[in-house]
């Protein structure tokens, strides 16, 4: 039993590659627009090549596992590269259901934006800049999020909320990012 608990301390001590990439920081910054709705803006490093966070950005079926807020897709449909996500959201926020319809596509520049087609949004724009850093093995995400509900809730409430569901994201989508590194063949 002592020497497990050696082993643990060692590894805290000496700051564990797995733990310490996926505490990497996360510069996030959101604020209401004068115009109406909120603005996220992040920079997060992410513990996988950028092939692997794009899979996981792209893999529209199982969205509402990168998120703790309540939400079901509807529907998915791919055609000609752009992906069209019909989704359901309950926020604690919120009474009800929130239908977000948004066409995606992966941009020749390395970008996967995101914009609303219809639902329960006066605006919604998604876009991620996945940039290879570290020799490929890991990748800077820029990201940049504009949304605006068609709610009675203020502004600056929804950015509370914003804030506090994108850190969540963040951390699920770091933690399953280090699952699937780990998970593939060393090599490659």
Same mark, same amino acid.
């Given at each position: 039993?002592?020497?497990?608990?050696t082993i643990i301390i060692g590894c805290l001590l000496l700051g564990w590659?797995?733990?310490s990439r996926a505490a990497e920081p996360v510069a996030l910054d959101v604020r209401t627009e004068p115009t109406g709705g909120v603005k996220a803006t992040?920079?997060?490093?992410?513990?996988?090549?950028?092939?692997?966070?794009?899979?996981? =950005? *792209?893999d529209y079926p199982h969205w509402?596992?990168?998120?703790?807020?309540?939400?079901? !897709? &509807?529907?998915?449909?791919?055609?000609?590269?752009?992906?069209?996500?019909?989704?359901?959201?309950?926020?604690?926020?919120?009474?009800?259901?929130?239908r977000l319809v948004t066409e995606s596509r992966l941009l020749p520049n390395g970008?996967?934006?995101a914009d609303l087609k219809s639902g329960d949004f006066?605006?919604?724009?998604?876009?991620?800049? =996945? *940039?290879?850093i570290d020799g490929g093995a890991q990748t800077r995400a820029?990201?940049?999020? !504009? &949304?605006?509900i068609e709610?009675?809730?203020?502004?600056?409430?929804v950015a509370v909320a914003t804030k506090r569901d994108l850190e969540s994201h963040f951390r699920i989508l770091k933690e399953k990012a280090l699952a699937r590194e780990q998970a593939l063949p060393s090599g490659r």
């Open positions: 039993m002592l020497w497990r608990v590659s797995g733990w992040a920079t997060i490093v992410l513990p996988a090549p950028v092939s692997v966070v794009e899979a996981i =950005l *792209t509402p596992e990168l998120f703790e807020v309540q939400m079901r !897709v &509807v529907d998915v449909m791919i055609q000609n590269g752009v992906a069209t996500t019909d989704i359901r959201i309950e926020h604690a926020l919120l009474p009800g259901e929130r970008e996967l934006v006066k605006r919604y724009h998604r876009r991620w800049k =996945l *940039t290879s820029d990201f940049e999020l !504009v &949304v605006e709610s009675v809730i203020p502004d600056w409430l």
